[in-house]
Every structure is written in structure tokens, then in C-alpha cells.
């Protein structure tokens, strides 16, 4: 199956890498996807390499196609981006790029339980082979208490409704276990007010994604992975990162300023690049994208 992602703010990420048309850059697209970055980075840049990051396995599989005649300038990892100090043998790259959106690939196709829009499995993991102890959505909806469900919701989904949405989880899993999307978005809907679910943004939106930030840890793996991408980016180089989320714009934006207090790199951008409003047309996902630049001292 090919890719159907449609990448955000691809110009703008990659005009903010300031990439040398004659030099031989090397850029590791640190959350590979459907290879959006990668091919035009390639393609604009014809002595560039790039190094394709991403923990979905199958991410490569899917988007190869687009890189005929362009194979031996492309190197496929798969991992985590937190992984990037060990999984990349060129220490002192040229260009780093985080797009920490989740996919259309992955939402559409990977049958995990991702989307609301879909009755899947209750996973949310990225991880393709799950082992016995591995984290699920399904096992945080039917075993975690109470009061942690709340949290969670709240702080990592930013949910007004987190208590509700919590204590409705708690009583529906009473009576059967909460196995699909479908149950979940069910529970979440008899918990909110009507006058929510008329709102511009799904009334599932955040339990969702508070749900898939916990199952894979995304905040401490960002929090590393940008420690790790800073360290092995050449002096005068850049990193360009991509958010979709206020949480992780926040650790983006900490993690930059912090950076340029200690003098060790400067803000391209004081304020974040958003998408354009032909590009939201054409891709309503770009609409919470924001793009933040940070050149190393």
C-alpha cells in the first residue's frame, strides 16, 4: 500500500534548513512517515543524503516508490527518534527534521486504534509487534484508576471534561471490558454535554490523544530526541521542528529558548510558522501545525 500522507509546511521546513544547493548535505528526517520531507529535500538538493527515521516498519515499505533513481541517497532506520544518538552512524549532521504530526498512513491504515473515526482494536501504539508487556490504550481504559484516567485526559489532552469522561470509563468498563474505538468514543459521548459535541473539534479529539501520548511516552521521547538531534547537528546548522499539539509546541519552545540563554544556538523564528490558508484548504490537518527553527552556535 502506498503512502497517502500529505506533508505540512513542506517548503517552509525545508527553506528553514538553509541547505547548500552545492554542498553534500546530510539530513536525517528524524520522523520519516510517508517520506514527504525526504524525497524533496533529495530532490532540491541533488549531492544530499538523507537518513529516514521511523519506528513504523512499514513506513519505508509504503512510500519507496517515490524515491526511484534517488536509492543510494536514502537510508532507511527503523526506530524510535529518541534512539538517534545510537541509530546514526554520521555523528555531525547537516539537518535535522522532527514532524511530530501523527501520519494519514497511520491513521487511515495501520489499524491500531489511532482514529475515532474507525472501529479498531484499542491499541495506540506505534509499535507493530507488540509483546505481552507492552502498553496499551485498551489496558489504561479497563485497569488504570480513576483519578490517573482523569489526569492523563486532562494533562495531556488538555480536556475540560477529563473528570466526566474518567468516571464514565470507570462505569462502562463495570458492566463489559472496552475493547474497540467505537466503545471508547460511545462512553466519551454519553459523558459530555450536548452542546460540546456540536463543537468545531471532535468531542473524542483529546481523550485520544491524551490516550496516545501516554501508551507511547511521546513527551520524554521528544524531550530526548531533541537533546540527542541538537547534539549531533554541525555548528551553523539547523533543526527544523514541526508540532501539532500545545504540549509538545511547549517542550519545543522551552528546549529552543533554553538553548539560546546558554548561547549555544539562535531562534530563526521568535514566533512559529503556521500554515497558510490555501495549504489548510488543501489539507485541514495543517490547520494546528506550527514550525519553530533553532540554528546551532
Known amino acids: 500500500m502506498q503512502s497517502v500522507h500529505k506533508t505540512v509546511l513542506l517548503k517552509e521546513t525545508i527553506d528553514g534548513l538553509n541547505l547548500n544547493l552545492n554542498n553534500e548535505s546530510i539530513v536525517v528526517d528524524s520522523t520519516f512517515g510517508g517520506g514527504g520531507h525526504s524525497v524533496e529535500i533529495l530532490k532540491k538538493f541533488p549531492k544530499s543524503k ?99 484516567l482523569a489526569d492523563i485526559i486532562y494533562g495531556y489532552g488538555e480536556e475540560r471534561y477529563a473528570r466526566r469522561i474518567a468516571k464514565a470509563i470507570v462505569e462502562a468498563r463495570e458492566k463489559e471490558e472496552i475493547q474497540t474505538t467505537f466503545d471508547l468514543v460511545r462512553i466519551i459521548e454519553s459523558a459530555v454535554p450536548s452542546i460540546y459535541k456540536r463543537g468545531r473539534i471532535h468531542y473524542a479529539t483529546r481523550t485520544f490523544q491524551a490516550l496516545r501520548i501516554a501508551v507511547n511516552d511521546e513527551l520524554r521521547v521528544l524531550e530526548k530526541g531533541l537533546e540527542s538531534g541538537f547534539e549531533m547537528l554541525k ?63
Open 50 to 148: 538523507v537518513i529516514g527515521i521511523d519506528q513504523d516498519k512499514s513506513a519505508w515499505g509504503k512510500a519507496k516508490e517515490k524515491f526511484k533513481g534517488m536509492e543510494k541517497r536514502i537510508s532507511f532506520v527503523n526506530a524510535n527518534f529518541s534512539e538517534l544518538g545510537s541509530v546514526v552512524e554520521d555523528k555531525k549532521v547537516d539537518g535535522i527534521i522532527f514532524d511530530l504530526g501523527l501520519s494519514s498512513d497511520q491513521l487511515e491504515n495501520a489499524g491500531r486504534g489511532f482514529s475515532f473515526m474507525k472501529d479498531e482494536p484499542l491499541l495506540m501504539t506505534m509499535k507493530e509487534d507488540l509483546k505481552e508487556e507492552d502498553l496499551t490504550a485498551k489496558e489504561i481504559v479497563n485497569t488504570w484508576e480513576e483519578k490517573n
Open 235 to 297: 555548528k551553523g546548522r539547523r533543526m527544523s521542528v514541526i508540532t501539532f499539539h500545545s504540549l509538545e509546541d511547549r517542550i519545543v519552545k522551552r528546549f529552543y529558548k533554553k538553548l539560546q540563554q546558554e548561547e549555544k544556538a539562535i531562534l530563526i523564528n521568535k514566533k512559529p510558522i503556521i500554515a497558510t490558508s490555501e495549504e489548510i484548504k488543501n489539507n485541514p490537518r495543517s490547520r494546528s501545525a506550527k514550525l519553530r527553527i533553532l540554528e546551532k552556535n
